[in-house]
């Protein structure tokens, strides 16, 4: 990128921090086997994601068990938004989102309402906010 311009469309992708790069490096050159257990080379791309996902839910006081990787912020979102939708239903089944929200927010929304949820859809004035007397 350019000095002095900001790039702020980072919906569906963003710019890798140099660190990062380098330590995927060997996973997108050389060792980018499937994690499978059945063969030596995945038992051990398995176990690199075993150990990630021990790291990282101590870092964040969870179980290894509820860290999940996913390809992507979108399935990440899918995951999450109809898991807590579904493992909440019983406590009521009301949404709301905003017509100018993320695309996949949206998806999600039809989604739920196609199965049994009640959804709300806000309007927004012409610089995207929302009104509070339609939120209430």
């Known amino acids: 990128m350019q000095p002095g311009r900001i790039y702020l469309d980072n919906c569906v992708t ?5 660190e990062v790069i380098k330590e995927m490096q060997p996973y997108l050159e ?12 995945g038992e051990s791309t398995n176990n690199l994601i075993t150990e990630a996902q021990k790291t990282i839910a101590e870092t964040l006081g969870a179980s290894p068990k509820e860290i999940h990787f996913t ?6 979102n899918n995951i999450a938004i109809k898991g ?7 406590q009521g089944k009301h949404i709301i989102v905003s017509v100018v929200d993320y695309p996949d927010l949206l998806t999600n929304a039809a989604y739920l309402e196609k199965n ?4 709300t859809y806000l ?3 012409s610089e995207g906010f929302i009104s509070l007397e339609e939120l209430k």
């Open 14 to 18: 963003t710019c890798c921090a140099p």
């Open 123 to 125: 309007s927004s004035d």
């Open 30 to 41: 050389e060792k980018f086997w499937f994690p499978g257990t059945f063969i030596s080379t």
């Open 71 to 76: 390809s992507g912020g979108t399935l990440a």
């Open 116 to 119: 049994g949820f009640e959804v």
């Open 84 to 90: 807590l939708a579904n493992a909440y239903k019983q």
